[in-house]
């Protein structure tokens, strides 16, 4: 697709147009796409389930690839192999079908399997560190490599496939044999953790920093009196501070300068910087 809104295919529902927006079927079709890609020098850039990202109002230059058409999920004995445009939510759900824990912690986190391995994502607990065993990426060059975990230098919501230039394809996940209520009733206490705490109802992409160490940044920005802050459309949470959502069609750049002044009243009052989880691409307007 040409010019396609990228509004349509993010949380925070921000953003401006793709270039080119490319949803490829097979690995050797994302191969191609980056060969021709490099072979023109038009630049590409991924996109998971859109949950941890912020595209600028100027929208994304060349090539924007989402891979949601690989979303295939198996399993063999107490393995979980998920293309990576799997939402990460059914693979919890997968595994919860044929009794396997591990994956319990992501039943409430929206992204793709991709998504879930450039930032290990986490949650109450449990991280995807804890479970990959390998996974299937093509490199920068087009090469098509399998990795065993330790390989992607997996810590707290980071990894080195944004330093390698890695597309992931496809993850292995190796879970335990476990009870289908105990499973169950763990995804349904920590659905309703979540679905209790954190303001679902309006467009958001979930905790905009990282834990900083020794605080926890939700706290920070409500003793910072945060909640409520409102510049354009974009407001901190009154429900939990950790969250920034979009209560009235803002735009990248109003959600962005709220990120920065939160950055800045919470360093000024507590001398603790915070650092951004969520990732922000592309350009802003002309
Ligand atoms: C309501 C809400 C709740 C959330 N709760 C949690 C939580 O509890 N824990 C948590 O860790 N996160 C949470 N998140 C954040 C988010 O869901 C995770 O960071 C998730 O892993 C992002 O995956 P995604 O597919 O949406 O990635 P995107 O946001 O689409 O992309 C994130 C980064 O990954 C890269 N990427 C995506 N796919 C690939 C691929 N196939 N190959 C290489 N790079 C790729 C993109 O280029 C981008 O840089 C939450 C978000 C929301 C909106």
Known sequence: MVDEPLKKHTYTQLGGNADYYVTPETYEQVRQIVQLANKESVPFTLLGNGSNLIVKDGGIRGIVLNLQKLDAIKTDENLVVAGSGARIIDVSREALKEHLSGLEFACGIPGSVGGALYMNAGAYGGEVKDVLTSAVVVTRDGELLTLAADELDLAYRKSNIPDNGYIVLEAEFSLKNGKYDEIKALMDDLTHRRESKQPLEYPSCGSVFKRPPGYFAGKLIQDSDLQGKQIGGAQ??????????N???????????????????????FGVKLEREVRIIGEDLE
């Not at 109003?254 to 950055?263: A, C, D, H, N, P």
């Open 236 to 245: 901190v949470s009154l429900k939990h501070a950790g969250f920034i959502v």
């Open 247 to 269: 209560i009235d069609d803002a735009t990248a750049e109003e959600y962005i300068s709220l990120i920065r002044f939160v950055q800045k009243t919470v360093k000024e009052k």
